[in-house]
């Protein structure tokens, strides 16, 4: 059991600061503030960094925290954090641990009694995700696929099932081949593929698989790729179990209505269908 009171206990902190996907004007205040406040930043490239933090005139000690380094430069984290200094981790561009490094190095923050905070900031899937015109609740982030034909086939065959919105994120080089290959393991369901989030050129792409792979071999950019779920088979069910489950409710105390809400609940049927059945039954 871990109870962080963030703002309570007097902790040395790692503060996850979200920075912007491709608009500047996205960096909140409150995301600055912490960059200012803290005693060193962790981040993915120093220069690339170093451009976003100037623009905001901020000074502090960089050191870098890659996917390649990710266990040594925890190690070094820690130690900072045991001195009592306070450290910021930063993405090139979105959120830290959303398909950027920092999965090691949470858990271990956490395990060692510090604090872990969040500071809200862009995600690029997320806003694909709500402007994409599909069913956004619930949904499943699966961030990049393997870059292997076979391999991104086998992983896209487990998700095929799934019933909710996926989010993908792919290469420009590599996003005709991704949908080719989604094509074939889901079928041509809806899906929309956003590009340059935030920037001058953003775009969406919305319709059937097939129909944006006509138009994508000419876009350039870091694409997200949501794609509807899988269709549910409404389950099959005879009338009469149908109308003696809602009477065995009704047996119960319930009132009509509550019934047939408790059965649809229970077996995926239409609470509509429901109604009319049980009212042609009761005629």
């Given at each position: 059991m871990n109870d962080q009171r963030s703002f309570e206990n007097?902790?040395?902190s790692l503060y996850l600061v979200a920075t912007p996907i491709g608009n500047m004007d996205e960096f909140t205040p409150r995301a600055v503030d912490v960059l200012k406040s803290v005693d060193v930043?962790?981040?993915?490239?120093?220069?690339?960094?170093?451009?976003?933090l100037k623009r905001f005139d901020i000074s502090k000690r960089l050191i870098s925290y890659q996917k390649f380094n990710e266990e040594p430069s925890t190690k070094g984290i820690l130690a900072l954090l045991e001195e009592g200094k306070n450290v910021a981790l930063i993405s090139d561009a979105g959120y830290p641990l959303i398909n950027d490094p920092g999965q090691t190095l949470v858990p271990a923050i956490i395990d060692a009694g510090f604090n872990v905070i969040p500071v809200s900031g862009p995600n690029a899937g997320v806003d694909a995700l709500v402007a994409s015109g599909l069913v956004v609740q619930p949904f499943v982030f699966i961030g990049f696929l393997p870059p292997s034909e076979h391999a991104r086939v086998e992983k896209m065959k487990e998700y095929a099932s799934l019933p909710m919105t996926m989010v993908y994120y792919e290469a420009p080089h590599r996003i005709e081949k991704m949908l080719r290959d989604a094509l074939v393991v889901f079928g041509d369901r809806k899906c929309c593929v956003a590009r340059e989030l935030t920037k001058v050129h953003e775009e969406f792409l919305r319709g059937t698989i097939s129909e944006v792979l006509e138009v994508i071999p000419d876009r350039k950019g870091e694409m997200v790729v949501v794609i509807a779920g899988a269709e549910q088979v409404q389950p099959e069910l005879d009338e009469g179990v149908l109308i003696a489950m809602v009477n065995e409710e009704t047996a119960k105390g319930l009132s009509?209505?509550?019934?047939?809400?408790?059965?649809?609940?229970?077996?995926g049927v239409a609470r509509n269908l429901l109604y009319d059945?049980?009212?042609?039954?009761?005629n």
């Open positions: 007097g902790k040395a930043i962790a981040c993915e490239d120093t220069r690339t960094s170093g451009v976003l009509k209505n509550a019934a047939v809400k408790a059965v649809a609940s229970r077996t059945l049980v009212h042609e039954k009761r």
